[in-house]
């Protein structure tokens, strides 16, 4: 090995295996071949090695000093213009450039804090099979150009005149006096290609940006103390514009926190970034709201894992005790999870276990960032599986914008919320219920209902679908959450809202109380012209995977007098490989059309109108059902043929044309 030509040397010999009690060892040294001391490059100095002669599978070594502070340049040159293999250490064995199969155009760099002696190499062994000839390297030493200090709120910019030559770097450095979250761009005059780096004080990589042309540095967590800007030219560059914004930081994880006794401190005020290890990691964070929580306010702690993957979180709020508290789903969901608690206190400390139930083999180490909120409304209390246990909310807060949350963990769950509505609705009011999912990985398979105070009916849809109704009297009603998908790294954690309008003809909305709105052949009373009459089926369901029983929806025709002269049909399904599906359109008659037979391969969900954006694939076209009685029960039959995913039912209408 090749050791700099002064400085102590610790020299370790670990026996073990020995056969005598008198064994001894010898210690020599010699000048190196195929060595050269550089010696000490000064500040924004440059110094070139003596041109030499590689041999084919020869590594030639150089020693060089450099002050701290410096960025250090290194190129190289041989007469044939080979690639060699470069590495750059320094006295202590710490590796800071090793690349494989580096050109003569490309430069390397490498920021020294506290300066020092290091160790370069040129290694012809990995992909020359013959000498390089006057084979030598340049070192150039560069001072960062200097930005001044930066914190939380300030903004700094800099012009740089100075022409950047096709694979050479610029560094600027900055003294960051507090965490920030950094933002900002590197611009050209006529959009040339330019990187962006960021780097901390011992030169490694917090981030990069790297597209074609100017860069826009989006939000990056910098650390306190020295943060290098390299600026790299991927053509010749005349001048750059730099601009940076720092913005607060989101709190960072202190490790060892695998219990409550080590948790680290969560500002609720603001996100929290950490890094999960491995699978079965715990990482717990201790918190106390501002101040005691009002009844209407509800506490989420959403965590969103910072690359794609298939590995898997559970997210627990407990109590000082460790004991359970609020919302939590019991297994792994993919790429994150969700808690939400109500009622906690200021008095009082409260912890957020993180567990990685599941992580990939590829890339175990994940980061992660919690985001905190305190929403109005009224979280579900468990249990709410029935009518009698249904969670009790106002429906004058939700129309106001409180909402309903809540969270359907398996297809085992069911929700129940109560609300009292306090006089009949007037002819052209109109009830909306909305929801949204919230947190990672949600499932679609999955429904809901407005029930009256016998249970029957009102409304349904599936779960991205609204709840609109009309004609409600003064009572109780019920709203009921299912689940349809067993799948445990599926989330469905949701937020209800309502929303209280009037219905309008003519805005082109179908509405309670509305045959159609702006639809060919709806008059201006949104009703059907005669002679041509409708219906629906919007209960969705799930079209279970590899399953030929499929889904049946109905719609049921009443009021044609003549004969079908005319049949088109309104078709929604989810599903993530359309062709998987078959999807068939039966009369009261019998008569059955195949409005899909498995086309589409990977393309995603079937929505359109037979005949008008789709086409019917037969057997059978829609004019098989002309001189055929409409009314009655029409059928829509969807299945799903072949393993893999499951789809969604979400809606059909049949339109008649009888005249």
């Given at each position: 090995m090749v050791i700099p030509p002064s400085g102590e040397l610790l020299i370790a010999v670990d026996w073990s295996f020995a056969l005598r009690t008198d064994a001894t060892f010898e210690i020599s040294s010699e000048r190196a071949d195929n060595f050269e001391a550089i010696g000490t490059i000064e500040n924004d100095g440059s110094a070139s090695s003596t041109p030499t002669t590689i041999g084919s599978a020869a590594v030639q070594s150089y020693t060089f000093s450099v002050s701290a502070g410096q960025v250090i340049e290194i190129s190289h040159f041989n007469v044939e213009g080979d690639a060699v293999d470069i590495s750059l250490r320094d006295?202590?064995?710490?590796?800071?450039?090793?690349?494989?199969?580096?050109?003569?155009?490309?430069?390397?760099?490498?920021?020294?804090?506290?300066?020092?002696?290091?160790?370069?190499?040129?290694?012809?062994?990995?992909?020359?099979?013959?000498?390089?000839?006057?084979?030598?390297?340049?070192?150039?030493?560069l001072t960062p150009n200097d930005l001044g200090a930066a914190g939380v709120g300030d903004t700094v910019s800099a012009s740089v005149t100075d022409e950047?030559?096709?694979?050479?770097?610029?560094?600027?450095?900055?003294?960051?006096?507090?965490?920030?979250?950094?933002?900002?761009?590197?611009?050209?005059?006529?959009?040339?290609?330019?990187?962006?780096?960021?780097?901390?004080?011992?030169?490694?990589?917090?981030?990069?940006?790297?597209?074609?042309?100017a860069e826009t540095i989006t939000g990056t967590l910098v650390a306190a103390g020295t943060m290098l800007l390299q600026v790299s030219a991927s053509e010749l560059i005349s001048s750059y514009d730099v601009n940076l914004a720092f913005a607060e930081a989101p709190s960072i994880e202190v490790e060892p926190n695998e219990t409550i006794a080590t948790a680290t401190a969560f500002d609720l005020s603001?996100?929290?970034?950490?890094?999960?290890?491995?699978?079965?990691?715990?990482?717990?964070?201790?918190?106390?709201?501002?101040?005691?929580?009002?009844?209407?306010?509800?506490?989420?702690?959403?965590?969103?894992?910072?690359?794609?993957?298939?590995?898997?979180?559970?997210?627990?709020?407990?109590?000082?005790?460790?004991?359970?508290?609020?919302?939590?789903?019991?297994?792994?969901?993919?790429?994150?999870?969700?808690?939400?608690?109500?009622?906690?206190?200021?008095?009082?400390?409260?912890?957020?276990?993180?567990?990685?139930?599941?992580?990939?083999?590829?890339?175990?180490?994940?980061?992660?960032?919690?985001?905190?909120?305190?929403?109005?409304?009224?979280?579900?209390?468990?249990?709410?599986?029935?009518?009698?246990?249904?969670?009790?909310?106002?429906?004058?807060?939700?129309?106001?914008?409180?909402?309903?949350?809540?969270?359907?963990?398996s297809d085992t769950d069911v929700d129940y919320f109560t609300f009292d509505l306090a006089a009949d609705q007037a002819s052209d009011e109109m009830l909306k219920f909305s929801i949204s999912r919230l947190g990672t990985n949600p499932t679609f398979a999955a429904s809901w209902r407005l029930l009256d105070s016998s249970l029957a009916e009102v409304a349904a849809a599936g779960i991205d679908g609204q709840l609109m109704v009309s004609g409600l009297t003064q009572?109780?009603?019920?709203?009921?959450?299912?689940?349809?998908?067993?799948?445990?790294?599926?989330?469905?954690?949701?937020?209800?809202?309502?929303?209280?309008?009037?219905?309008?003809?003519?805005?082109?909305?179908?509405?309670?109380?509305e045959m159609c709105d702006g639809a060919p052949r709806c008059t201006n009373t949104c009703e059907w012209e005669p002679g041509f009459v409708s219906a629906s089926d919007t209960t969705s369901g799930v079209i279970a995977d590899n399953d030929s029983a499929g889904h049946v929806a109905k719609a049921t025709i009443a009021g044609c007098v003549d004969p079908i002269s005319e049949v088109s049909v309104d078709v929604n399904i989810t599903h993530g490989w359309r062709g998987d599906l078959v999807v068939d359109l039966i009369s009261p008659q019998g008569?059955?059309?195949?409005?899909?037979?498995?086309?589409?391969?990977?393309?995603?969900?079937?929505?359109?109108?037979?005949?008008?954006d789709l086409t019917v694939e037969g057997p059978g076209t829609l004019a098989d059902f002309v001189g055929e009685d409409a009314n009655g029960e029409w059928q829509l039959y969807a299945a799903d043929t072949a393993g893999g995913i499951a789809g969604m039912f979400n809606s059909f209408s049949v339109y008649i044309t009888c005249d």
């Open positions: 006295v202590s064995g710490n590796v800071y450039i090793n690349e494989a199969y580096t050109s003569l155009t490309r430069y390397r760099y490498h920021y020294t804090e506290t300066g020092g002696t290091f160790i370069l190499e040129l290694d012809n062994s990995g992909f020359s099979s013959s000498p390089l000839t006057d084979a030598k390297v340049t070192i150039n030493t950047l030559q096709d694979g050479r770097s610029d560094f600027h450095i900055l003294t960051l006096n507090e965490n920030v979250t950094l933002t900002g761009d590197v611009t050209t005059p006529n959009d040339e290609d330019v990187d962006v780096y960021i780097l901390d004080a011992a030169g490694e990589q917090v981030n990069s940006f790297v597209t074609t042309g603001k996100a929290m970034v950490g890094v999960s290890s491995d699978s079965d990691d715990v990482d717990v964070f201790s918190f106390s709201p501002a101040a005691d929580m009002g009844a209407d306010e509800v506490l989420i702690l959403k965590l969103e894992q910072d690359s794609s993957g298939t590995d898997e979180y559970i997210c627990t709020i407990r109590d000082s005790s460790g004991n359970p508290l609020g919302i939590n789903h019991p297994e792994g969901v993919e790429e994150g999870c969700v808690s939400m608690a109500a009622n906690l206190l200021a008095s009082e400390t409260y912890y957020l276990e993180i567990v990685r139930d599941y992580a990939s083999y590829s890339n175990p180490s994940k980061g992660y960032t919690i985001t905190p909120s305190v929403e109005t409304g009224v979280l579900e209390v468990e249990p709410n599986e029935t009518d009698t246990e249904a969670t009790s909310v106002d429906l004058t807060a939700l129309i106001g914008g409180a909402g309903a949350f809540g969270m359907l963990p009572g109780t009603y019920y709203l009921e959450l299912t689940r349809s998908n067993s799948t445990s790294y599926n989330s469905l954690v949701y937020q209800i809202v309502a929303e209280e309008t009037v219905s309008v003809c003519g805005n082109g909305v179908l509405e309670p109380g008569t059955t059309v195949r409005l899909h037979d498995g086309s589409g391969g990977s393309a995603s969900d079937l929505v359109g109108n037979y005949p008008a």
